[in-house]
């Protein structure tokens, strides 16, 4: 089956610093690409997304762009704010029904 | 807020036991799936209901089964506990059809404990 791997965690910002987290994948096709978003206590939100080659997602000030060349979709920020901390999650469309994730980044941001 | 409540936010069970988790979705979100979120590791699908019947289904036992009901809440079944139950169960609804719709929205969650 498809499948998602993100880089290892968790990653420790100072506010304003860019950030990348990476997302690479394996699957048949064209997957829709998406990241999500989980804050403490909270369910998963979606952050951007992409459905096609060289769709570039957007949000919030994150960008990521899928790449079938490299089979990724490597999420950046430019100035990251404390209010960021979070878990982030990449994740594929796979078939009809199913979202298959990555194993998730934690992102703390200091101040 | 996504409109999506799950309920009990936490949940302690022994191994054999059965348990139930609810779901209550957004009006008119007439799909529901579920997930298992391991600590540490991303969510995984479990099934997903569309207008009341299974639609889809993970690499998950019989022994998980669910229900969507008309007024757009759901319940997660889980028969025979195993300790690698132990996680938290994620709830998601979207509206539309399943093959075209791309935006779900989770709710909380229930943490499940197995003992």
């Known amino acids: 089956g498809d499948s998602v791997t993100q880089m290892e965690g968790p990653v420790t910002l100072s506010e304003e610093a860019f950030l990348t987290i990476n997302c690479t994948y394996t699957?048949?096709?064209?997957?829709?690409l998406f990241w999500y978003v989980q804050y403490p206590g909270e369910g998963l939100q979606l952050l951007l997304k992409a459905t096609k080659a060289d769709d570039k997602g957007s949000n919030k000030g994150f960008e990521a762009t899928y790449r079938k060349e490299t089979t990724s979709f490597h999420l950046e920020k430019g100035s990251v704010q404390v209010s960021d901390s979070a878990v982030y999650f990449c994740?594929?469309?796979?078939?009809?029904?199913?979202?298959?994730f990555g194993q998730g980044t934690r992102l703390t941001i200091n101040p | 807020e996504t409109g999506v409540t799950q309920s009990p936010t936490h949940l302690i069970k022994t191994r054999g036991q059965q348990v139930t988790l609810r779901c209550s979705s957004q009006?008119?979100?007439?799909?529901v799936s579920w997930y298992q979120q391991a600590l540490g590791q991303g969510p995984q699908f479990i099934f997903q209901y569309y207008r009341e019947e299974e639609n889809g289904r993970g690499n998950f036992p019989p022994r998980f089964s669910g229900l969507q009901f008309p007024n757009y809440s759901s319940e997660l079944n889980v028969n025979a506990l195993e300790l690698d139950d132990s996680a938290l169960y994620l709830c998601?609804?979207?509206?539309?059809?399943?093959?075209?719709?791309?935006?779900?929205?989770f709710g909380s969650g229930t943490q499940l404990s197995v003992l």
């Open positions: 009006s008119g979100h007439n799909t």
């Open positions: 998601a609804s979207s509206t539309g059809q399943p093959s075209t719709n791309e935006k779900l929205f």
């Open positions: 699957a048949t096709g064209y997957p829709s």
């Open positions: 994740a594929l469309k796979e078939g009809a029904q199913k979202l298959v």
